[in-house]
């Protein structure tokens, strides 16, 4: 996959000027930028063709005598598997609950404090720390310490009041693991439109004060619009790592319940069943979904990073 | 800002307490999960595992002892000690291939330098499941499973294109001015190197190495595939507790509380790049 946005070329005349004339001189400035380009390009791309490859392949690891090249047949049985389209649901309500969950609450803390007020330091380090609990470490807090249904906080604390004692995990299980990941990424989305609102005009902002605009009129009119790109930069950031999410499937419900999402569905096609084309199959469709994401992503960024190389 | 707010009227002061307030809620509400596991490795299994939960129980250091193996578990040092070596190991490759390659993208810049820089972007946005069967094929041809140098060039790869693009950003930062006139004084490029661009880029060059460190701890898909008994990592130790066994809450509480412990600090020490870092360059 390669960068499909076109970027800026936003050289200073200084930099311009620099620019090497002959041709051993400008290999002399590419020089210190090729080995991180082939490893990268060695150990991220090489293996994704092979898993183009291997997608066309009957392949089951237990029988490699029987591997023989079936064409697209691979996606036709995962396009048309329960299970597997199943995944492919899961994964999509997985990603879209927790990155507009999150999202929404990210926003509300941001704006809380982007206001001053006493300890503001130290409540902004108490809400980023969910985010770097481990996330395997996060999935066993809320698996066995909040949600366990007999000794679990939410049940003790639910006791106290007299109310029922449910089975969170039983339940409702999707549920379950998409609270644990919007309490992990809620803190990231904050983080992002913290940073966002920390970057308005403040002299816009106050000039429409002394016009007297409203809060509201304020929040509407200027800080919406400016954190449009912001708001979109954390839900594309946010679904491409939520897409990919293992860590919490793995360990609240091992995915079943029917939790199973795309990348543990290929996990587990390859590592337990020994499917190899099955699951490299699964695979590029995460990948092609991924990359619809990518595209929106990266023009995101292109917009935010253009903006940032002309104010420099 | 204190001038604005010396004219703010004494209603909307009311209201920004007010908020304040709930601003200081919401954070301890977020932050409970983590204070409670944190008492509740200090509890005994029998109080750990109360309904209602033993807010007063005696302290007790036993969830430690359990968890590092004086209980006669197994140990989890040699786990914590290949996440050390995976994680330290693979942000000083990244670094050494980092630097320079930020180099060619800010101060002294290829043509196309930024088509460049979205090439490696791009590449972070494909996700690692799709590339892991070719990798577990070559590394169990290779006979390099269960080996933890493998691992180590994974985690290099995985946070090659966030390091070179904050690292850009933080060379950017370095004025050219200030290199040209060091360079017309006659100064050499590796004294020029480490006189004038190192002072200025160096606590975003920490910055940068805390976060691909944070990302290699953290990291359990691969370290799950393609290690076993010798090469396993923290999060695969802890991938042991999935199920219950009895009693056990306090175990998995000091288990998850010390092996987060390294992220929690390499976060909060890297605090103001983190923003920078997760959306990969592109919010500073």
Not at chain 1, 90 to 113: H, K, R
Not at chain 1, 218 to 225: A, D, E, G, R, S
Not at chain 1, 275 to 286: I, Q, T, Y
Not at chain 2, 181 to 200: C, F, M, N, Q, Y
Request: aromatic content about 10%; hydrophobic content about 55%; some cysteine.
């Amino acid at each position: 996959m390669t960068a499909t946005t076109t970027a800026p070329m936003a050289t200073s005349p200084v930099r311009a000027m620099r620019q090497p004339s002959g041709r051993l001189r400008a290999w002399a400035t590419r020089a210190p930028l090729l080995p991180a380009l082939v490893f990268m390009i060695a150990v991220t791309q090489l293996p994704f063709v092979a898993t183009v490859v291997i997608s066309f392949f009957d392949w089951n690891a237990l029988y490699p005598k029987a591997r023989h090249f079936t064409g697209v047949d691979n996606y036709r049985q995962v396009l048309t598997d329960t299970d597997l389209r199943h995944s492919v649901w899961t994964t999509v309500l997985l990603t879209v609950a927790v990155v507009l969950v999150s999202l929404a609450l990210g926003l509300i803390l941001a704006l809380l404090l982007d206001r001053r007020f006493r300890g503001r330091g130290v409540v902004r380090t108490l809400l980023i720390a969910p985010f770097l609990v481990v996330p395997v470490a996060a999935a066993l807090l809320w698996k066995h310490v909040l949600y366990n249904p007999e000794y679990g906080l939410f049940n003790g604390l639910l006791h106290y009041v007299g109310g029922p004692q449910p089975d969170w995990i039983s339940n409702t299980p999707l549920l379950a693991v998409e609270a644990s990941l919007v309490w992990q990424w809620t803190p990231f989305m904050m983080l992002i439109l913290l940073a966002g609102l920390q970057s308005r005009d403040q002299q816009q902002i106050e000039a429409a004060r002394v016009d007297g605009a409203s809060d509201w009129q304020i929040f509407v009119h200027l800080t919406l619009p400016h954190l449009r790109r912001y708001l979109e930069l954390g839900a594309l950031l946010g679904s491409i790592y939520i897409v990919q999410n293992f860590d919490a499937v793995f360990t609240i419900t091992s995915g079943g319940l029917g939790t199973a999402n795309l990348p543990y569905t290929v996990y587990q096609s390859f590592y337990q069943a020994h499917e190899n084309g099955l699951a490299s199959a699964a695979g590029v469709l995460v990948v092609i979904g991924s990359i619809i994401i990518a595209t929106f992503a990266l023009r995101v960024v292109s917009s935010l990073f253009r903006e940032e190389v002309s104010r420099a | 800002m204190s001038a604005v707010a010396e004219r703010v009227p004494q209603k909307t002061r009311r209201k920004g307490a007010g908020l304040g307030l709930v601003a200081w809620l919401l954070g301890i509400l977020f932050f409970l999960p983590i204070a409670w596991m944190a008492l509740t490795s200090f509890h005994s299994e029998a109080d750990a595992a109360t309904n209602p939960p033993s807010f007063a129980a005696s302290l007790t250091l036993d969830g430690y002892r359990e968890f590092f193996g004086t209980g006669g578990g197994a140990s989890p040092w040699p786990a914590l000690t290949n996440s050390v070596v995976a994680s330290v190991a693979s942000t000083l490759l990244v670094l050494l291939l980092a630097l320079p390659a930020a180099y060619a993208l800010s101060i002294r810049p290829v043509k196309k330098w930024t088509d460049v820089l979205f090439f490696f972007l791009s590449t972070k946005m494909l996700p690692a499941v799709a590339g892991l069967l070719p990798i577990y094929l070559f590394a169990k041809n290779a006979g390099m499973l269960d080996n933890i140098w493998l691992l180590v060039i994974l985690y290099t790869a995985m946070n090659l294109p966030i390091a070179v693009w904050m690292m850009q950003s933080f060379l950017a930062e370095v004025p050219v001015a200030v290199i040209e006139a060091a360079r017309v004084d006659g100064a050499r490029l590796p004294t020029v190197l480490a006189r004038v661009v190192a002072p200025i880029a160096l606590p975003g060059i920490a910055a940068t190495a805390l976060i691909c460190f944070i990302f290699s701890w953290n990291e359990l898909l691969f370290a799950r595939v393609l290690t076993g008994v010798v090469a396993e990592t923290a999060p695969v130790f802890l991938t042991g507790f999935i199920t219950s066994q009895g009693l056990f809450l306090a175990k998995v509480c000091a288990a998850s509380l010390v092996i987060s412990l390294p992220v929690l600090a390499a976060g909060f020490a890297a605090q103001d790049k983190l923003v920078q870092g997760l959306s990969l360059g592109a919010v500073k």
